[in-house]
């Protein structure tokens, strides 16, 4: 019977015969090494794995998965998780600041493997105190450019019923009871405290903010996966940088779905959409039909030398 990996923490494992929730412990022998395959960790929680004996022979092929590279020059590859049915990118505009660069360039991963995303505003009881204009535009961009933004607060429970729904909607998993769904973000987001609140006894730790910048302290250590009502969901360490893998920049407006509807229309292929005459991107940015935030996140993605990202 195939498992899937519901944790994991350095060389050890917890699997689990999904959609039953029977986790059991396992390890790895020697080295697996995917083909192809050159991240720091070869086997991530939501991989189909067979284990005999407690012992992990074999990893599937991955359907999907969310891959980023380190902030730091190393140019070590990570993947987050893998075979997901959606991903939740949770923000906060303010306590702590999420940066729209980070946002584009985590939707442009969900988008290159087809991940359907949603964007989550938390902590919106405080954000609206806080920062109401600041979220009024990055809704109206976002949601511009096709993603939905949903609002909520572990504190107040607002929004929360919603995305329990949406978590167990078995629309596209693959069966019954098995869907499995990530939260990511920067660390202090909040990603546990929504968890914590969509129930099931779970008692995740959460954290405050650091004084230092007001940035979010790591509380989640592991990748660890929950069962949720009817779905499971993949908790993650707060990321830091969100370095881009495996996409060309000839690429990189393929995964902006409005300068990818606009670019049909430009006048040569291919097109940069930076300089050249009768651009239709640019014409799009010009007549505000492309938000400039999100054309600035696509121009610093193709100046990037070497892949670098800090």
Request: glycine share 8%; charged share 25%; with cysteine.
């Amino acid at each position: 019977m195939s498992h899937t990996v519901v944790k994991h923490t350095g060389s050890h494992y917890l699997v689990s015969p999904l959609p039953l929730w029977e986790p059991v412990p396992c390890v790895v022998r020697g080295k697996i090494r995917l083909k192809g395959s050159a991240t720091t960790n070869p086997i991530a929680v939501g991989d189909k794995v067979e284990v005999t004996d407690g012992v992990i022979t074999v990893v599937h092929q991955r359907k999907n998965y969310i891959i980023r590279k380190s902030s730091n020059l190393s140019r070590q590859e990570h993947i987050i998780a893998a075979n997901l049915d959606g991903a939740f990118l949770i923000v906060t505009m303010v306590l702590p600041e999420t940066r729209w660069e980070f946002v584009d360039r985590f939707l442009m991963t969900c988008e290159a493997y087809k991940i359907p995303v949603v964007i989550v505003l938390n902590k919106i009881d405080i954000q609206r105190k806080l920062a109401p204009k600041v979220i009024a535009r990055f809704k109206e961009v976002y949601e511009g450019a096709g993603y939905p933004v949903w609002e909520t607060s572990a504190l107040t429970g607002e929004g929360v019923d919603r995305l329990r729904k949406a978590i167990c909607n078995q629309s596209n998993a693959p069966v019954r009871g098995g869907r499995v769904s990530l939260f990511s973000g920067i660390s202090g987001v909040g990603k546990s405290s929504l968890i914590n609140a969509l129930g099931c006894d779970l008692t995740l730790r959460t954290g405050v903010l650091s004084d230092y910048h007001l940035k979010g302290k790591h509380t989640t250590t592991f990748y660890e996966m929950f069962p949720v009502a009817d779905g499971f969901v993949i908790d993650s360490p707060g990321i830091k940088g969100f370095g881009l893998v495996e996409v060309g920049k000839e690429e990189v407006y393929h995964f902006f779905p409005e300068l990818f509807k606009a670019a049909i229309n430009c006048r040569f292929n291919p097109c940069t959409h930076t300089h050249e005459p009768d651009c239709a991107v640019m014409d799009g940015l010009n007549k505000g039909i492309i938000s400039p935030e999100r054309y600035d996140s696509y121009v610093k993605i193709l100046e990037e030398e070497n892949g670098k990202y800090r």
